[in-house]
């Protein structure tokens, strides 16, 4: 009688840490598929309600919050309210980039989703990125400047760690931003630089530098006077003449056409029995395969002058590839999670059996992967430039399918100053893109 009472006293204080365990187990991908249905069906009003539920403006979460909550207001038309909250994103950030001890251990005693959550370096990226984007739609091209000098800041401190994935574009916005504020060797730079990352990118991606950024890199360099640099730009792009020296009465158009959705992160595992009879649960994350964006295209064209929008950045490759590289380092703390679990299971074992097949099932249920990203995030971002006459016109841009089809028609009105360089972002998701879910 006194083992069966000592074991049930055992039960009833472990009992509510299992509970606890249990409820905590929901993970980032259990409710996403919720928000991605009402985006696509174009209620980003009913998308923030289901982050509303299932997120928080505090705890471990908190930046993701911010970073989807950020984009949600821009599929609201809200670029002064969207940039509110990638700010707020970015001090969270620079808050949590020194982690706590204690937080550190919990996540290799319970699962990595106990840390919080600051972002993939190419998601941070894509933070200034989106902020940049929505100071320039205010008309506020001072303050996306300093997103650019902010970013450059990042980046450079990724690239000493050879970090490259999702980086080429927000690099050749910086290059637009600073030529939009008329600083032509900051431009220029930013552009090479841009360049040198999509070089970077590896051959299996399939993205090469858009010609867009070929015929910036050989305006910005003949500007400058850089004449053999502007011939070896123009060689190595296959351009001619065309369209590289702009009047000062002319402006300039560049549409972004941000597509489909970023891949959803799943949970995969296996839980296999120890040589003393113990289970371990391994867990870890990946991606299913790509969603394909229904709209795969676009034209645009303003007053007899058209261009066709090149692939610029491809976010569901560039998630896949950062979660190759931490593959090894989520694994080993996989492993060494799952020894410490089925240590502690052991040794309660001794004193107690029921105690250790207790600890034992806790450690199981709340081994979980970290399937957390910053999914309202496009699938893949496309860009065109094209130079068109100050004054008053109308955008035409038609949507396309893989086929060539026209899916939409968009008629944008446009009132351009001199030498105004503009910014036009279209965000598109279809249901078709998110059915997989």
Known sequence: ?????????????????????????????????QMERQIAAGNAEGAMQVLERHSAEQGRDAVLYRLNRGMLLRLQDDPAASVVAFQGAKTLIDDLLAVSISEQAGALAINDARRSYIGEPYERAFLHFYAALGFLEQGDRASARVEMLQLDVL??????????????????????????????????????????????????????????????????????????????????FGLDDEAEHRSGSSASLVLLLHSGLAPVKQEGGVTVPTAAGRLVSVSMPHYPPPRRPRIAGARVAVDGASARVEAAENIDTAARAALELQRGAVLARTVARAALKHEASRQAGQENELAGFIINIAGLVSERADTRSWTTLPHTIQLARLAVPSGRHTAHIELLDASGAIVEVIDHPLDLMPGELRVLSLHRIHPADVASN
């Open 155 to 236: 980046l450079r401190g990724l690239e000493r760690d050879g970090v490259i994935v999702g980086t080429a574009l927000p690099r050749y916005l910086s290059a637009l931003v600073f030529e939009a504020n008329g600083e032509w060797s900051d431009a220029l730079i930013a552009a090479r630089k841009a360049y040198e990352g999509y070089r970077a990118y590896p051959a299996g991606w399939s993205l090469q530098p858009p010609r867009a950024l070929g015929r910036d890199l050989v305006r910005l360099s003949a500007r400058l006077g850089l004449d053999e640099e502007a011939a070896r730009y123009r060689a190595e």
């Open 1 to 33: 009688m006194p083992r069966a009472s000592g074991a049930g006293f055992i039960v009833r204080l472990l009992l509510p840490a299992l509970l606890a365990a249990l409820s905590g187990c929901a993970s980032y991908g259990d409710w996403v598929g």
